[in-house]
């Protein structure tokens, strides 16, 4: 907890992974209180909102697949996913040419 950049408080480390404060708070991140002038601040490791970022990310991309299987069924998911898959490609390949 007292190694210089491995800790931010909670609003700074918030805005630099770009997470709400809710989210931090919902997610229950282990974290110290100090205080500066009688106002105190929660401290968090930036370790753990970094696991907290990648936690919500693969969330939220889970929950569009879902979505989008919900709207095409499996085998438009696959269908899509798979035209997605070669024009990405292809592009890749225009890209070296």
Do not use: F, H
């Not at 805005?15 to 931090?24: F, K, L, M, P, S």
């Not at 401290?43 to 889970?62: P, R």
């Not at 996913?81 to 890209?95: R, S, V, W």
């Amino acid at each position: 907890w007292n190694t210089k950049g491995e800790t931010a408080s909670l609003k700074n480390a918030c805005r630099q992974y770009g997470v709400t404060e809710e989210q931090a708070r919902k997610a229950e991140l282990p974290c110290q209180y100090r205080s500066l002038y009688g106002n105190s601040y929660a401290v968090v490791k930036l370790s753990d909102m970094a696991a907290l970022k990648a936690k919500l990310q693969k969330e939220a991309k889970e929950a569009a697949k879902q979505k989008l299987i919900d709207e095409l069924g499996e085998d438009g998911y696959a269908k899509k996913m798979a035209a997605l898959k070669a024009a990405k490609m292809k592009e890749q390949a225009d890209l070296k040419a």
